[in-house]
C-alpha cells in the first residue's frame, strides 16, 4: 500500500500536455532517487528545472577524521556546539562511517541568500530546539521542537527559523531513508507495534510556485564538495506533483 500524495496543479493522466490558463506548457520532470525502480514523483513546472545560467566555485567540506580505529568510551557535549549565522556553515560532523554521517548543528539565521541541494545522501534533521518552515519545491513543512524532518536527496530546499536560538540533529545517510521492514506489512502499511503510524507523517501541504527567471544561487552537494550553481529560473518552479 504506498503512500500516494499530491499538491496543486496535475493532470488527470501522467505523460500527457499540461497547459495554463494562458495556454502555455507546463513541464513535466520525473523526479526520483534511485533511478526508475525507486520511489518517484511527477512534477510539472513553470520552467526547465534544467536551466543552468554560471557554474561558480567549487569547495570540499569532507570531515577530517581525529580519532581512527577507536575502542575508547566518549562523551560528546553536543549542545555546546558554537552557532553560526550560516547554516551550511553551522554543520559539524562530529561521528562517520560509510553509510552515513553524524552532524551537529546551531544556525542562528535562516537560509534566504541561496538554496541548498544534497546529492550524497538522503536527509533527516531532527529539531531539538527552536522552530520554522522547511521550503522546497515539493510544498512547505512547518516544523517545532521535537519534528523529524526527512528531506530525500536531490531536493532543493531553505530553512526558515523563527528564532536565532536553534538546535539541531541531523544524520545524512547514504541508503534511502525508508521505515523499518519489521514495522511493515506485506501491503506496506504500518503495524500496531510500530513506534509510529501514518498519521504521524506529514506531507509538505503549502506549495510555492514562482513563474520567474533570473539568477537563482544552488549550492549543490556531492562526494562532500558543494559547487555553486546559478540556475536560470527560480528553482521553486513547480504547479504541482
Known amino acids: 500500500m504506498p503512500r500516494y500524495h499530491k499538491l ?3 493532470p488527470p493522466k501522467r505523460h500527457t500536455i499540461h497547459k495554463s490558463n494562458d495556454d502555455k506548457f507546463y513541464y513535466e520532470e520525473l523526479f526520483g532517487t ?7 514523483s511527477l512534477i510539472y513546472h513553470t520552467h526547465r528545472p534544467t536551466q543552468v545560467k554560471k557554474i561558480l566555485k567549487s569547495y ?3 570531515p ?3 580519532v581512527e580505529n577507536n575502542m575508547k568510551s566518549l562523551m560528546l557535549n553536543g549542545f555546546n556546539i558554537k552557532p553560526f549565522d550560516d547554516f ?4 559539524k560532523c562530529i561521528l562517520m562511517n ?7 548543528a546551531a544556525p542562528k539565521q535562516s537560509l534566504t541568500t541561496y538554496y541548498y541541494k544534497n546529492t550524497d545522501s538522503d536527509e533527516v534533521i531532527f529539531v531539538h530546539k527552536g522552530s520554522g518552515k522547511l521550503r522546497t519545491f515539493l510544498g512547505n513543512i512547518d516544523f517545532e521542537y521535537g519534528d523529524y524532518l526527512v528531506i530525500p536527496r536531490g531536493v532543493i530546499y531553505q530553512i526558515n527559523f523563527n528564532s536565532t536560538d536553534n538546535r539541531l540533529f541531523i544524520v545524512e545517510s547514504k541508503n534511502p531513508v525508508y521505515s523499518p521492514k519489521r514495522y511493515r506489512n506485506w501491503f506496506g502499511q504500518l503495524l500496531e507495534h510500530s513506534p509510529y503510524c501514518e498519521r504521524d507523517i506529514h506531507p509538505p501541504n503549502e506549495l510555492e510556485t514562482y513563474d520567474d527567471k533570473g539568477e537563482y544561487m544552488i549550492k549543490v552537494k556531492k562526494q562532500d564538495t558543494i559547487h555553486e550553481y546559478v540556475y536560470a529560473a527560480h528553482p521553486f518552479s513547480a504547479v504541482g506533483w
Do not use: H, T
Open 8 to 10: 496543486g496543479n496535475i
Open 34 to 40: 534511485i533511478g526508475f525502480e525507486g520511489m518517484s
Open 60 to 62: 570540499n567540506v569532507g
Open 64 to 66: 577530517k577524521i581525529a
Open 88 to 91: 551550511l556553515d553551522s554543520r
Open 98 to 104: 560509510n553509510d552515513c554521517q553524524i552532524i551537529l
